[in-house]
């Protein structure tokens, strides 16, 4: 270790910190002699200390570096480059909008796109999109959006309150709650869609039929299953078509999901499920009875059991198992459709994000009832959904 190669052909070296210390006591002592004091206190051992912390430090920057060339580990722009190799990209934050915003003052009062305004109560800030005059009645119709990104919250009747001062501009109301915009996706489901989207730009394989529908804007998680025989057949519990596909699938617009599976399927294969939609092939012109189903959403309770000390309990528990539910743990999938209700699965998560609770008891329901310890089994048709709410906390 001497010529301190921590990156060579076979990876990244990451040595134990011992290691690295014995090596640099080894070369102060060969420089100044086996008798050299090395004690902490010393001048010397001091010195010896802060090379050790600045080795270490080299080895674990150059392996964290090197992991971003690893796209089930990358994160960030790193990320980002490597998916857009296969056409991929991380779904944006966007901005909440409030539609049909009434704006009130005196006829002929120039209102200009970035004026803004404010919720009552939280304070946050919406600007207007385009320029509005009042007319003759008093009043102009525009479109706001909120000043940050996410899901910024404001209900009917709350944008009321003028920040940006505009003579002859006397009042703002918003008749309907805003749209609300959503967060950056984060690098855990990006790492995870990645993975769901690789054969994106494929057709007619699984994987490509898979790939095209998680790049659909909205969609969530979903089921696929296929019939390659000549003859009906029942999977999973699904009687589908001679040759045909399945696909049950959460989130997404119909129209996009039905233009997906068009897309990408095999020359001649048919579809099953309940939902219908009628799509033209943009090529043809032909129109297509597109058909899927919709997750049936199953209603879920939790309550947990737990031991802690020095830790608000109340808090990080529920907050831990809805992170497993939307899928920003590790590793963790979450409440997709045709994954079962885990109660061992939900105390990993909370043991996840704090090691020092100890979780004695989860137990699931989907009436708030009737409790079990047992996995609450969803079927391909199916989707599990909870809520904060839902989410029980008992303290022993």
């Keep these: 270790m001497a010529s301190f190669q921590y990156i060579t052909p076979t990876g990244v070296i990451v040595p134990d910190t011992a290691d690295i210390q014995a090596e640099v006591i ?52 790193f990320l980002d480059a490597i998916w857009s190799l296969t056409a991929g990209g991380r ?27 404010s919720v009552e109560g939280s304070g946050e800030l919406f600007e207007l999109t385009s320029t509005v005059i009042i007319g003759t009645g008093q009043q102009a119709v525009g479109v706001f959006r909120s000043v940050e990104y996410g899901p910024i919250k404001a209900g009917a009747g709350q944008l009321r309150n003028i920040v940006t001062g505009v003579l002859g501009w006397e009042s703002v109301l918003n008749p309907a709650a805003a749209v609300e915009g959503r967060l950056q ?11 769901q989207t690789l054969a994106l730009q494929s057709v007619a394989l699984p994987e490509a039929i898979t790939s ?10 979903l089921a696929f299953r296929e019939n390659i025989e000549s003859t009906p057949q029942t999977i999973d519990g699904v009687l589908m078509k001679p040759h045909s596909v399945y696909v049950c699938i959460d989130g997404g617009t119909d129209a ?13 294969a048919g579809w099953n499920g309940a939902l219908t ?44 198992i809805m992170a497993y539910v939307d899928g920003e743990l590790e590793g963790d999938a979450g ?14 998560a909370v043991n996840q994000v ?17 409790w079990q310890t047992g996995i609450i089994p969803i079927s391909i048709q199916q989707k599990a959904q909870t809520s904060i709410s839902s989410i029980q906390v008992i303290r022993i």
């Design 354 to 370: 704090e090691p020092r609770i100890f979780v004695r008891l989860v137990e699931v329901s989907t009436d708030g009832v009737t």
């Design 277 to 320: 939609v009628e799509t033209v092939d943009a090529a043809s012109g032909q129109s297509y009875p597109v058909q899927f189903d919709r997750a049936e959403v199953i209603p879920t309770f939790i309550r947990v059991t737990a031991v802690f000390n020095n830790v608000d309990g109340q808090t990080i528990i529920p907050n831990a």
């Design 91 to 117: 779904i944006a934050a966007t901005r909440s909008t409030l539609q049909g915003v009434v704006l009130t003052g005196q006829a002929g009062t120039v209102i200009r796109s970035g004026a803004r305004a």
């Design 212 to 221: 095209r529908l998680y790049n659909t804007e909205g969609v969530k998680s």
């Design 256 to 268: 996009d999901i039905a233009a997906a599976l068009l897309a990408t399927k095999s020359l001649g």
């Design 26 to 77: 080894s070369e102060w002592k060969a420089a100044f002699g086996q008798d050299l004091d090395i004690g902490p206190e010393t001048p010397q051992g001091v010195m010896i200390t802060a090379e050790v912390e600045a080795r270490d430090n080299v080895a674990r920057n150059n392996a964290d570096l090197a992991n971003q060339i690893n796209p089930d580990l990358a994160g960030g722009v």
């Design 185 to 195: 996706e984060s690098d855990t489901a990006a790492r995870r869609r990645r993975r």
């Design 335 to 348: 409440f997709v459709v045709g994954n079962d209700v885990s109660p061992f699965e939900l105390a990993g």
